[in-house]
């Protein structure tokens, strides 16, 4: 998807280097209720691999986390990227759906989500989640890398 329709291609052709990857961001924020989070796919062509997170930032200080590294099997993804059970859907529109399915761990602060490899005392509970954003832009996406210096 892109051209006439002024949005930013969901793919691009990879480059040579191994880890060449493409990212697909999402970071939100309810100000009604507290919470924050951001998701992430991203797409590593030259090795096969798939990986995503979710994190959650909760109301009382807790982060509750979710991470997936999987094969990215022989197809690039297309339409709805997925990975695990986190998917970024985008519409002809323009607008996105943000769905999730799984499981997360809670930990107690920010900080310690990225030690939990090590540390898995640092896991306070695990808790069945899901999750659908709906997502529509209310201006035209702003193509950054048309007005960069090359």
Request: proline residues 8%; charged residues 20%.
């Amino acid at each position: 998807m892109s051209g006439d329709d002024g949005m930013e291609p969901l793919r691009h052709a990879p480059g040579p280097h191994p880890d060449w990857n493409e990212s697909y961001y999402f970071v939100f924020s309810d100000t009604r209720s507290g919470l924050n989070g951001m998701t992430r796919l991203g797409f590593k062509p030259n090795k096969n691999e798939a990986m995503t997170f979710l994190l959650l930032f909760l109301p009382d200080g807790r982060v509750a986390g979710f991470q997936a590294v999987e094969e990215m099997g022989l197809a690039w993804p297309r339409g709805q990227l997925r990975v695990a059970g986190m998917s970024h859907k985008r519409w002809a529109d323009g607008s996105w759906v943000y769905s999730f399915r799984g499981r997360m761990v809670v930990v107690g602060e920010p900080e310690e989500f990225p030690k939990i490899g090590g540390h898995p005392e640092l896991i306070r509970e695990t808790l069945p989640a899901s999750m659908d954003i709906s997502f529509a832009p209310i201006h035209a996406t702003y193509e950054y890398t048309r007005h960069m210096i090359h």
